[in-house]
Nanobody, 127 residues
């Protein structure tokens, strides 16, 4: 059983930056690809970014390409999401998730690809 704990959310003005962290415990971190999802009020939870177990492959939603960067430190069992040039539309609860890597899947882009979820951290971008 993998436990995921997000941190780093908060209130920021448009144009500002935040870095989210997700600390994992209870499993072998390097066996999992990791993802960040977000859910705004009244909307579905959607993938923001994902990264393979080695960090060699990444995926970004079109809405965040060029602004957000996902990275991981397998020695620290932590995945990060650096968010720059934030806009009000980025306001949401951000969730970290872990999925089991396999030969057929090294990174997940949908919620069903993931086995474990954090509790979420609120990001609010003011205009």
């Amino acid at each position: 059983q993998v436990q995921l704990v997000e941190s780093g959310g908060g209130l920021v003005q448009a144009g500002g930056s935040l870095r989210l962290s997700c600390a994992a415990s209870g499993g072998t971190f390097s066996r999992y690809f990791m993802g960040w999802f977000r859910q705004a009020p009244g909307k579905e939870r959607n993938v923001v970014a994902a990264i393979s177990w080695s960090g060699g492959e990444t995926y970004y939603a079109d809405s965040v390409k060029g602004r957000f960067t996902i990275s991981r430190d397998n020695d620290k069992n932590t995945v990060y999401l650096q968010m720059n040039s934030l806009i009000p539309e980025d306001t949401a609860v951000y969730y970290c998730a872990a999925g089991s890597s396999s030969e057929s899947r090294c990174v997940g882009t949908m919620g069903v690809d993931y086995d474990y979820w954090g509790q979420g951290t609120q990001v609010t971008v003011s205009s």
